[in-house]
Nanobody, 125 residues
Framework: QVQVQESGGGLAQAGDSLRLSCAAS????????MAWFRQVPGKEREFVSA????????FHRRSGDGRITISRGDTKNTVFLQMNRLKPEDTAIYYC??????????????????WGQGTQVTVSS
């Protein structure tokens, strides 16, 4: 059974930085892509960023403004999301996702079979 666990969310003020961490684990599991999505109550889950296992292919949501960076950790199946110059509109539950196969575009939720429970990020103005 594959498990995905996020950490690093919390309260922040506008202009602060936060670093979210995620680790996927499971027997013989090797995540070829890991990604971050976020969701605000009443809205659809939206793609934030994705990265392949080698860290060579990175995708960001089209409306990204360069404040968010995704990276893979040295430990297998780990990924980080560095968020700088936080804004109140970054407030959301951030979900980490992982997949060991690619059958759908990696910028879509449908590409990922394994999800974490989410970590809340709240940014006050």
């Amino acid at each position: 059974q594959v498990q995905v666990q996020e950490s690093g969310g919390g309260l922040a003020q506008a202009g602060d930085s936060l670093r979210l961490s995620c680790a996927a684990s499971g027997p013989s599991f090797s995540a070829i892509y890991m990604a971050w999505f976020r969701q605000v109550p009443g809205k659809e889950r939206e793609f934030v960023s994705a990265i392949n296992d080698k860290g060579t292919d990175i995708f960001h949501r089209r409306s990204g403004d360069g404040r968010i960076t995704i990276s893979r950790g040295d430990t297998k199946n780990t990924v980080f999301l560095q968020m700088n110059r936080l804004k109140p509109e970054d407030t959301a539950i951030y979900y980490c996702a992982a997949t060991d196969v690619v059958r759908k575009p990696v910028t879509t939720a449908e590409a990922y079979a394994y999800w974490g429970q989410g970590t809340q990020v709240t940014v006050s103005s």
